[in-house]
């Protein structure tokens, strides 16, 4: 074979070997048996149970378990273990039975009493964790939010499986890459608030999850005030978890890296890198000032399967928010689309019925775009467009609602507003894009009134709309009324404070 890792393998065997995936308490069980264990294969040339395929993928990879021999051809799978002179061998039934059952038969038939007893100790400390694993991975890849997706992973870190830590902190990288900021953090904020938590016992994921929610976030609103300067060159606790390829447990009175002195960590401390395909993202920091419980040297192991779940999940979930932003927003411009508008625009009004307010639709027309097109090409008049997008972005408020319909015609949903309000927008905005040297029309209308429904703004807005070009373009009519409003270039003072 090509492959060294897979010498012995027959290479019909050696192709299912490799596409096989070992689970990580498989990995935990020869990790933590420490007792060396020969491993002879034989199995069917088609359908070889997948406990088969996963041994053979693991042997060799590590002390506990090397790799005899490996045959295909027997009618029924054979896996044999063997240990000095004792032997264990596991047929269909057996290799059925999962990791557990393979940890006892293991432990009562190739050990010594004291070997049994020190495996067996060793596994059932690690059982939980993997059953918290399973939990925590289903959960971040399951989850549609990055905020739940943080709490998830921090909950992980101080689940309180033997760890050591009561507190998780993650910095991540601001926007430029200089600093790693403070984000989100879970943990006590002092001594009494750890008494607490550890009176109240273990929770159930969910449960945790809206305890963390709920609670006063004492410790995370420290932790936002801290930011980590990387740029530095000294080789500190942050510089070397950034270099390392996996967490690393610090051991020390008092931390060198100034940001991480301010959290006045415990003695013992790990700060791992959050790192997607070797781009780091951010670091965690973890600990127990609380605490005197020493930090498990496996917690390492532990907390880097949690930082590459959360950073898979990320990946995902920063894909799923790219193709929604795609479905939602108009290509040229970014604003939001019709069909995204038109959704805002029934949320909108669920909540000008309940806080009994009022708002309004303005439709934007930009005047002589074909003229633009004809004379200047369309590139241009894609940048005419872009530019009328960013004028109604700057312009209005946050909370305002602002969509490309098609082609030249823009909407805005005014929020929590009155008429003067509304023809004031108009007003601004028909003045700045005169300013610019683009002329618009535009129509309004009001709701709720006069008992109208919801749907008739658009109708109202777009006969407004019509009447304004109407008149003359560069112009606004709002709710009908008779005299148009004729826009005008912005004086000096009115285009400075724009």
Request: with cysteine.
């Amino acid at each position: 074979m090509s492959d060294p890792a897979y010498s012995g393998i027959p290479e019909a065997l050696a192709t299912a070997v490799r596409a096989v995936d070992v689970p990580h308490d498989l990995r935990t069980l020869f990790d933590r048996l420490a007792v060396p264990l020969a491993l002879e294969v034989e199995v069917p040339a088609e359908d070889a149970p997948p406990l088969a395929l996963q041994l053979l993928r693991l042997a060799d990879r590590g002390a506990s378990l090397r790799l005899v021999a490996a045959r295909i051809g027997a009618a029924e799978p054979k896996v044999r273990f063997i240990h000095g002179m004792k032997d264990l061998v596991l047929g269909t039934a057996e290799l059925a039975d999962g990791i557990p059952a393979l940890a006892r038969r293991i432990a009562q038939s190739l050990l010594g009493a004291d070997e049994a007893a020190g495996a067996l100790e060793r596994f059932a400390r690690e059982s939980p964790r993997q059953e918290a694993l399973r939990r925590l991975t289903r959960a971040m890849l399951e989850t549609g939010s990055i905020d739940r997706l943080r709490t998830i992973l921090l909950i992980g870190m101080t689940s309180g499986l033997a760890l050591g830590f009561s507190r998780a902190a993650l910095f991540v990288y601001d926007e430029d890459g200089r600093a790693l900021v403070g984000e989100s953090a879970i943990g006590p904020a002092n001594a009494a608030e750890a008494a607490r938590a550890r009176a109240a016992g273990e929770l159930g994921l969910e449960q945790r999850i809206a305890e963390v929610e709920t609670t006063e976030p004492r410790y995370e609103n420290l932790v936002r005030t801290i930011a980590v300067d990387v740029t530095a060159a000294a080789g500190d606790e942050i510089q070397q978890a950034l270099a390392a390829s996996g967490p690393l447990l610090f051991s020390r009175e008092r931390s060198t890296n100034p940001a991480l002195a301010a959290l006045e960590p415990a003695s013992e401390f790990l700060v791992a890198a959050f790192r997607l395909r070797d781009k780091v993202l951010g670091i965690v920091v973890a600990d127990d000032p609380y605490g005197r419980a020493p930090i498990d040297p496996q917690a390492r192991e532990f907390i880097g399967f949690l930082l590459d779940t959360a950073a898979l999940a990320s990946e995902n979930l920063r894909l799923h928010e790219s193709v929604e932003t795609l479905a939602r927003h108009d290509e040229l411009t970014g604003l939001f689309n019709r069909r995204e508008f038109e959704t805002r625009m029934a949320d909108e009004q669920s909540r000008a019925v309940r806080l009994g307010s009022q708002c309004a639709l303005l439709l934007f027309d930009v005047d002589y775009l074909q003229r633009v097109n004809l004379a200047r090409g369309h590139k241009a008049g894609d940048e005419l467009l872009q530019q009328v997008g960013v004028l109604l972005r700057s312009t209005l408020r946050s909370h305002d609602i602002v969509a490309r319909l098609t082609g030249d015609a823009f909407a805005v949903l005014v929020t929590d507003t009155t008429h003067e309000q509304v023809l004031a927008v108009a007003r601004r905005v028909g003045s700045l894009a005169l300013g610019m040297g683009v002329s618009l029309s535009a129509g309004g209308s009001l709701w709720p009134r006069d008992n109208h429904e919801m749907s008739v703004l658009f109708s109202e807005a777009e006969a407004a709309l019509i009447d304004a070009k109407r008149r003359g373009r560069g112009r606004a009519i709002i709710d009908g009324d008779e005299a148009p409003m004729v826009f005008e270039p912005p004086d000096d003072a009115d285009a400075s404070a724009g």
